[in-house]
């Protein structure tokens, strides 16, 4: 049996009260919302967060993205559901939520560079800051959803 782990919202507030200011910026990020549900989907998928992954799939449906695309997000590249601008921000999210195996490459970044704009390059790179560290407050403290 594992021990009950704690609520990092009841012990820790402001730390929690920070990380909801950055949450309401990429909100409104500069990214189309049913994208961004997909970014956090794929972000927690790498990252094995239950919890981020039945919340932003039910949110990616309720902006009407279709099953079919949320079932192939975990193998995008090989997908022909997603377009080019698309695929350039799910290669930029893999490569920065596993950032330790080689950054946000230069090839990564130039495709990026040829759909978006400079803040939409930034509010993505922040996206991705906010859900993998949501993913890993879920994670480490083993946060349920209701079935």
């Not at 079919?68 to 920065?96: C, G, N, Q, V």
Request: proline share 2%; glycine share 2%; net charge negative.
């Amino acid at each position: 049996m594992s021990m009950k782990r704690i609520s990092v919202k009841e012990s820790a507030p402001n730390g929690y009260k920070a990380m909801l200011v950055l949450d309401d910026y990429t909100s409104e990020a500069k990214i189309e919302p049913r994208i961004r549900e997909l970014i956090k989907i794929r972000a927690s998928q790498i990252n094995g967060c239950a919890y981020c992954i039945d919340m932003h799939t039910k949110d990616s449906r309720s902006l009407g993205e279709s099953e079919r695309r949320i079932y192939a997000l975990s193998a995008w590249r090989e997908s022909p559901l997603f377009d080019d601008k698309e695929r350039a921000m799910l290669a930029a999210t893999d490569e920065m939520t596993n950032i330790s195996f080689s950054g946000l490459t230069e090839e990564t970044y130039v495709n990026l560079s040829k759909y978006f704009d400079a803040r939409t390059i930034a509010d993505l790179i922040l996206l991705n800051v906010t859900i993998n560290a949501w993913n890993r407050i879920a994670v480490s403290t083993h946060l349920k959803f209701d079935e």
